[in-house]
T-cell receptor
Framework: DGGITQSPKYLFRKEGQNVTLSCEQN?????MYWYRQDPGQGLRLIYY???????QKGDIAEGYSVSREKKESFPLTVTSAQKNPTAFYLC??????????FGPGTRLTVL | GQQLNQSPQSMFIQEGEDVSMNCTSSSIFNTWLWYKQDPGEGPVLLIALYKAGELTSNGRLTAQFGITRKDSFLNISASIPSDVGIYFCAGQLARGSTLGRLYFGRGTQLTVWP
């Protein structure tokens, strides 16, 4: 089946640790996105990548980093510099048109 | 960043009632999308609109791309319990926007009572 996978579904991290969230897609989409969602909030863009080996900061990039070494993969690292990392993280991709398709999300909790 | 004003923030309705929600912006958009999100899951695309004035249906859902290109509407007819969830609007700016970059409303939380 074609789609976007995110792993793990739930992630717990101790304060001060870096953690990497996985996002893989087999839709052959060029562009990929990372969003953060907090209760009662819309989706806020963290980073996006329109092509392999290139990515840009979104609206809330501080404390996060990404890489795009393969078309299928766009991992997100939440660093210790992110002050409030507990949130629901969503990965999305888009092909030729504007329709973004989302993965199932990863819920990160910092203990 | 660009703000989309989505209303209402929440709705509590009885099964069988119709639902309306809308999204407005101060900027012109060339694409409007509507998503539904179930608890703990990623948003699922319901309807995509690409032309001012366009009216598109998907089952009991109907969405419209406003004539001014600054708003969009979603209607759900004869609601059922599985309509419960958060509905998001999203749009792509007509100008000055990175290809594919979407801006999202804050969502409408829909609760359906049996």
């Amino acid at each position: 089946d074609g789609g976007i996978t995110q792993s793990p579904k739930y992630l717990f991290r101790k304060e001060g640790q870096n953690v990497t969230l996985s996002c893989e897609q087999n839709l052959n989409h060029d562009a990929m996105y990372w969003y953060r969602q907090d209760p009662g909030q819309g989706l806020r863009l963290i980073y996006y990548s329109q092509i392999v080996n290139d990515f840009q900061k979104g609206d809330i990039a501080e404390g996060y980093s990404v890489s795009r070494e393969k078309k299928e993969s766009f991992p997100l690292t939440v660093t210790s510099a992110q002050k409030n990392p507990t949130a629901f993280y969503l990965c999305a991709s888009t092909g030729d048109v504007s329709e973004q398709f989302f993965g199932p999300g990863t819920r990160l909790t910092v203990l | 960043g660009q703000q989309l004003n989505q209303s209402p923030q929440s709705m509590f309705i009885q099964e069988g009632e119709d639902v309306s929600m809308n999204c407005t912006s101060s900027s012109i958009f060339n694409t409007w999308l509507w998503y539904k999100q179930d608890p703990g899951e990623g948003p699922v695309l319901l309807i995509a609109l690409y032309k001012a004035g366009e009216l598109t249906s998907n089952g009991r859902l109907t969405a419209q791309f406003g004539i001014t290109r600054k708003d969009s509407f979603l209607n759900i007819s004869a609601s059922i319990p599985s309509d419960v969830g958060i509905y998001f609007c999203a749009g792509q700016l007509a100008r000055g926007s990175t290809l594919g970059r979407l801006y999202f409303g804050r969502g409408t939380q829909l609760t359906v009572w049996p």
